[in-house]
């Protein structure tokens, strides 16, 4: 089902993405070692790998929420359960249990094993295995130091293992990797990329439409057309729009409120003066000058250049804006509600 809030999981589920799926099937099928899959939040990342992995070998482990060595190979064991297959390459690897329930890891003392040590057991068997982490720039050290130098393990010793990373804060994702960082262990290596991106307008309408067919709802092509002018063919707007208007929201209005209120909640994660550029670019500002006169405006104290600087590359890195643009529409409403100062109003 189309409105399903879940990520897809399964090629027949997805709704287009197939030069994106023949890329990715390209990458694996040379054995390219390292892919990044990059987009904004809610353009359909997760849901364009999953269903990628189902032809293939393939490991899937959400990064998103992990804080300590537990959640990390925690995430790891589920991974590595999903597939038979996967679960047959590790049978009799030390620091791992495979049973009828999943795969258990032992990641601490006595015959543990390390998660670069896990990458190097899937790859023994010379088949092909994909290992997809997904918002991995959202780990902290130490974490992050371990998962990337697993990867560069990996990516000089493991020939059959090609790791993909895919993420929403697509500036910090290039940072977590450090290919121009002499610091990184993955320093000098290259990776490609595949950026996911929304549909275009005709796209939308299609997806709402067989949406709607799919759940037996009329709609008129009036509100799918206002629909897909608000939320500017993210699929994941689109999805959240069709299940609320399934379920009986008939006012797009509404949906939008419900929307702008969610990516708001996110916003408001952000530092004081990181909220206060996103208002200021809200209300219109569309240059470095502009940006600061506003915010010097709503502060008044002068802000060094550097300051300011540092902060727009940020919220750029996050993939919240670039060039003093939202790149997706409900946050910018959101930030029109980021009160002065910063906080809500
Ligand atoms: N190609 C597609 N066809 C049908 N539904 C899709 C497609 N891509 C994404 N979706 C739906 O859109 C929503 C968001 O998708 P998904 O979680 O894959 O995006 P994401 O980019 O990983 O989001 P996030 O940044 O929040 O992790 C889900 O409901 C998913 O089912
Ligand atoms: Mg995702």
Do not use: C
């Amino acid at each position: 089902m189309l409105f399903d809030p879940r990520p897809k999981t399964s090629r027949a589920e997805l709704f287009d993405r197939e030069d994106e799926l023949r890329t990715l099937d390209r990458f694996a099928e040379r054995g390219d070692p390292l892919v990044l899959v990059l987009g904004i939040r809610r353009i359909g990342k997760t849901s364009l790998v999953r269903s990628f992995l189902s032809d293939w070998i393939g490991v899937y482990v959400d990064a998103r929420g992990v804080r300590t060595r537990a959640d990390l190979f925690r995430v790891v064991g589920e991974g590595l359960s999903f597939s038979q297959r996967v679960r047959r390459l590790l049978r009799g690897v030390r620091g791992v249990r495979v049973s009828a329930s999943g795969v258990e890891i032992k990641w601490r003392g006595r015959d543990s094993i390390s998660l670069a040590g896990l990458l190097h057991e899937l790859g023994r068997s010379g088949k092909r295995v994909l290992v997809v982490f997904d918002e991995v720039q959202s780990l902290r050290p130490p974490i992050s130091v371990e998962v990337r130098e697993a990867i560069a393990y990996a990516y000089d010793n493991v020939s059959s293992v090609s790791v993909i990373l895919s993420g929403s804060e697509v500036g910090l994702l290039r940072d977590f990797v450090g290919i121009d960082d002499p610091d990184s262990p993955l320093y000098g290596r290259y990776a490609l990329e595949v950026e996911v991106k929304r549909f275009s307008h005709d796209l939308s309408v299609e997806f709402l439409r067989e949406g709607f067919r799919e759940e037996g709802v009329e709609v008129g092509r009036g509100i799918i057309e206002e629909a897909v002018a608000e939320f500017d063919g993210i699929v994941g707007w689109l999805v959240y729009f069709g299940r609320l208007y399934v379920d009986g929201m008939r006012d797009l209005g509404r949906i939008v409120e419900a929307a702008v209120e969610t990516a708001l909640r996110e916003l408001r994660h952000l530092r004081r003066r990181e909220r206060l550029v996103l208002r200021a670019i809200a209300e219109g500002a569309r240059t470095w000058s502009s940006v600061r006169d506003y915010v010097e405006g709503v502060e008044g104290v002068t802000i060094p250049k550097a300051s300011l600087t540092r902060t727009i590359k940020k919220l750029e890195r996050l993939s919240i804006i670039r060039n003093y643009e939202f790149l997706d529409p409900v946050y910018e409403r959101a930030a029109k509600r980021l009160g002065r100062g910063g906080g809500a109003s």
